[in-house]
């Protein structure tokens, strides 16, 4: 069985500095990542993957991840955090041959990014 | 482009009422997920469908609840009879299975609410 471990509920971080959001995995064969952004009031939006190749991964909103097989997580992080990045975050995992894009989700972290 | 558009975005009824919540998926893709967001449950995943088809349903809380996809652009999630622990957001997304690990996309939710 596929699982997704968001081990922070919250993050604090200020304005400027650099975060992490972290994220933990368990899938039997090459998993796919991903995270997700939900701002107040609104749907998942996703912002980026990995699915294979490069270890660091690049996505939206200037916001990256790096892939680590031995350790088993996808952090997502950010060199330079901005108030308007405060939302929750959430890690996906699905496993080869799942089918049907079928994504199981982490709890979320709520990132809060101080002025 | 449009994306995954739900209604209504509120809904607020007495316990008992029938609820029907519409979503109509981003054109082209073919599979179809309902979630349920909840503080205390975080996000679950009820039901989710394949070219129409419903493939897993496990998520389903009881027998209240039902899915339906009568066709590729529409689906809809009813609750008859409903109770005050409905009360949750209920999100819509799509996705194009059969491209390897193509992203869910999220419409911004049903926010219930059961008086």
């Known amino acids: 069985a596929q699982s997704v471990a968001q081990p922070e509920d919250q993050v604090n971080v200020a304005e400027g500095n650099p975060l992490t959001v972290k994220c933990t995995y368990s899938v039997s064969g090459n998993p796919y990542l991903f995270w997700y952004v939900q701002y107040p009031n609104r749907g998942l939006q996703f912002l980026l993957k990995y699915i294979t190749g490069d270890n660091l991964v690049k996505g939206s909103y200037g916001f990256e991840a790096e892939f680590n097989k031995s350790q088993t997580s996808f952090h997502l992080k950010k060199p330079s955090a901005l108030v308007s990045d405060s939302a929750l975050y959430f890690c996906a995992v699905r496993g080869p041959n799942t089918g049907f894009q079928k994504l199981v989700f982490g709890t979320g972290t709520r990132l809060l990014v101080s002025p | 482009d449009a994306g995954v558009i739900q209604s209504p975005r509120h809904e607020v009824t007495e316990m008992g009422q029938e609820v029907t919540l519409r979503c109509k998926p981003i054109?082209?893709?073919?599979?179809l997920f309902w979630y349920r967001q909840t503080m205390m449950r975080g996000l679950e995943l009820l039901i989710y469908?394949?070219?129409?088809?419903?493939?897993?349903d496990s998520g389903m809380p009881e027998d209240r609840f039902s899915a339906k996809m009568p066709n590729a652009s529409f689906s809809t999630l009813k609750i008859q009879p409903s109770e005050p622990r409905d009360s949750a957001v209920y999100f819509c997304a799509s996705s194009l299975a059969g491209a390897e690990n193509q992203p869910q996309h999220f419409g911004d939710g049903t926010r219930l609410s059961i008086l």
């Open positions: 469908f394949n070219n129409n088809v419903p493939i897993d």
């Open positions: 054109s082209g893709h073919n599979s």
